[in-house]
């Protein structure tokens, strides 16, 4: 047994001994299931009162004077019908609705600590005395639905952490207090980058003029990279006749995702909850030649998904997501050529970021065992599969191979990364499709003037701009590098009476070259003003008084430092034009 299952023991065994806790604690206690999970625990309960803060300290106290006592995990087996018996006496009625799911033939196992009687698989530490009490904490409590479904009853769901000892515990705790910082729903607000309104409703964010440079930027930079590569743009409507995904297999795939459309005209739409039918409209509307071949689209537009409501939250789980997505139609000798570009095109986006480097790569295939999840022919999955293992040889990109995890269509390059937090996150993908040209029947003119199918490549570069941005936000933790920053240069008038006239010479000059500036025209303390830039996280700060307008110059603070150096305006200007330039 490794180190990291030995954990997974440890996890799962203190998640009963916080319901031997909650037992002591709450006698009537009805008990729903506590698995362990990343990082740590949870435990779902039926208790006769709503739980506080001030709860857990109380019951982490508790399970510390179990692990004193040195507990034995005792493992009990019994047949279904006696596990069935000895719950409903108990009046556990989540244990006895989940043994009447179970097969009535097979032996039950339960564990006892102490006064607590689980239903468990196991396996278990073999006594609570193994575990160090310095080793985990308790950390929250939520509402959990019983079995996640919104008819059930809602039950109190207890959290905790662990780790294999003090020092990993205190090191995940000062991880968790930064990303807490960093939050890009606290920083989005304090940034006024984006919002949310009753009103309008949620999981539909509202973008404030400071979020839209940087999503601005995002996509002109994007699309720069791509049209280079010869991607063109194209726009589609948000709606569509539902025929459009029954016959590309996403109304079958999203099901009760889709937001359905009507009118008293007896319109009956779907908001469209991925581009990719869409535009094989735009390649389907006329004749193709192979010498047209490929041909290459790309899209920044909204798409829709009706998430659970209690998945959604800040900007990662969102119900319009602004989707930038691309499509190439090609032959199929020029696959692999067209998967090498975008990867090329990934690479270059996200070495501009600072994030290359520190990712890894999946050859995301179908799972096997269940081909009737995808749609297309096997040889075809196969001719792709082969197709991308032999890209991910000749780029080096060291794919590992992982099944289940390709698209309804076909399979998937994924490239997953890591922030600065250490938080793995897959946005860039691309992806083969053999199955969708053959459902719309999307051909080209060959040679010898027969039809023939052609290869869709599906790419999003940096996938949803919503989720992008959170994950810039945090990353950089609302310090954003100069291209991106929605403000660049704060001038500071000393003297917002006497230097104000010079503040806004300068803040012309900047605009006119497309310097994102703004002025602090406050009566506050130039002390004051620099402190207020540094909240904003503006990179330049500008200080300028008496000296700087005789000498046509600017006094320039870098974000986090000190350090104030002298410089003339049309110098400064060049420096900051070069560094937008270099994405430095």
């Known amino acids: 047994m490794n180190k990291e299952q030995q954990l997974e023991i440890k996890r799962h065994s203190l998640a009963h001994i916080l319901a031997t806790a909650v037992l002591e604690m709450f006698p009537e206690a009805k008990f729903g299931v506590g698995p362990n999970i990343e990082n740590g625990f949870y435990y779902d309960f039926d208790l006769p009162r709503t739980l506080i803060p001030e709860d857990l300290p109380i019951l982490e106290k508790k399970m510390k004077e179990i692990i004193k006592k040195n507990l034995q995990f005792e493992k009990q087996v019994v047949n279904h019908d006696k596990a069935i018996e000895l719950y409903e006496k108990a009046g556990q009625d989540y244990k006895v609705e989940i043994l009447k799911d179970e097969a009535k033939d097979e032996e039950v ?46 039950l109190q769901r207890i959290y905790g952490i662990a780790f294999n000892n003090k020092k990993e515990l205190k090191e995940y705790l000062k991880r968790i207090e930064e990303a807490a910082k960093r939050d890009h729903r606290k920083l989005g607000k304090e940034l006024d980058l984006f919002c949310f309104s009753d009103l309008v409703g949620p999981g539909l964010p509202l973008f404030a003029p400071k979020g839209v440079v940087i999503i601005d930027e995002l996509r002109k930079h994007i699309e720069k990279v791509c049209a280079g590569y010869g991607f063109q743009k194209v726009m589609t409507p948000h709606l569509a006749k539902i025929d459009l995904y029954k016959l590309s297999g996403h109304a079958d795939k999203f099901g009760k995702e889709l937001f359905h459309v009507s009118s008293e005209q007896k319109h009956d739409f779907v908001m469209k909850p991925v581009q990719c039918p869409h535009q094989t409209q735009i390649y389907a509307s006329k004749q193709r030649s192979y010498r047209d071949l490929p041909i290459r689209y790309m899209e920044s537009e909204k798409q829709y998904r009706a998430e659970k409501s209690g998945e959604v939250g800040g900007l990662n789980r969102v119900y319009a997501i602004t989707v930038e997505d ?27 970021i600072g994030l290359w480097g520190n990712h890894w790569v999946s050859l995301s295939v179908r799972d096997y065992s269940h081909p009737e999840k995808y749609i297309g022919e096997s040889q075809d999955w196969d001719k792709c599969e082969k197709m991308l293992e032999d890209v991910s040889k000749e780029m080096k990109l060291d794919a590992k191979k992982i099944e289940g995890e390709a698209a309804l269509y076909g399979p998937k390059l994924d490239f997953m990364f890591r922030d600065s937090m250490g938080k793995e996150i897959q946005i860039p993908t691309v992806q083969l499709d053999f199955a969708t040209p053959k459902r719309f029947n999307l051909v080209y003119v060959n040679e010898k003037g027969k039809d023939e199918f052609v290869v869709m490549v599906h790419r999003a570069i940096l996938g949803s701009y919503e989720r992008f941005l959170a994950l810039l936000i945090e990353h950089f933790a609302g310090a954003f590098p100069l291209w991106l920053s929605p403000v660049q240069v704060k001038i500071l008038p000393v003297s917002s009476e006497k230097h104000i006239d010079y503040a806004k010479k300068v803040n012309s000059l900047l605009l006119e070259n497309n310097i994102r500036s703004e002025i602090d025209d406050s009566n506050e303390s130039i002390g004051k003003k620099i402190r207020d830039a540094e909240k904003q996280k503006i990179p330049y700060m500008l200080v300028v008084g008496e000296k700087e307008a005789e000498n046509n110059s600017v006094a320039v603070r870098l974000r986090g430092s000190r350090d104030i150096e002298d410089m003339g305006i049309e110098e400064f200007v060049e420096r900051i034009r070069e560094e937008v330039k270099n994405r430095s």
Not at 129 to 142: H, N, P, R, V, Y
Not at 332 to 351: A, L
Request: glycine share 8%; net charge negative; charged share 30%.
């Open 109 to 154: 196992s339960l564990y006892k600590t102490g006064e607590f009687v689980d239903l468990c698989k196991g396996p278990h530490l073999d006594s609570t005395g193994e575990i160090d009490f310095t080793s985990f904490k308790l950390t929250k409590i939520a509402g959990a639905y019983w079995r996640g479904d919104e008819k059930n009853k809602m």
């Open 326 to 352: 691309g499509h190439s139609f090609c032959r199929v000798e020029q696959v692999k050529e067209e998967v090498k570009n975008m990867v090329e095109i990934i690479k270059d986006f996200y070495s501009a």
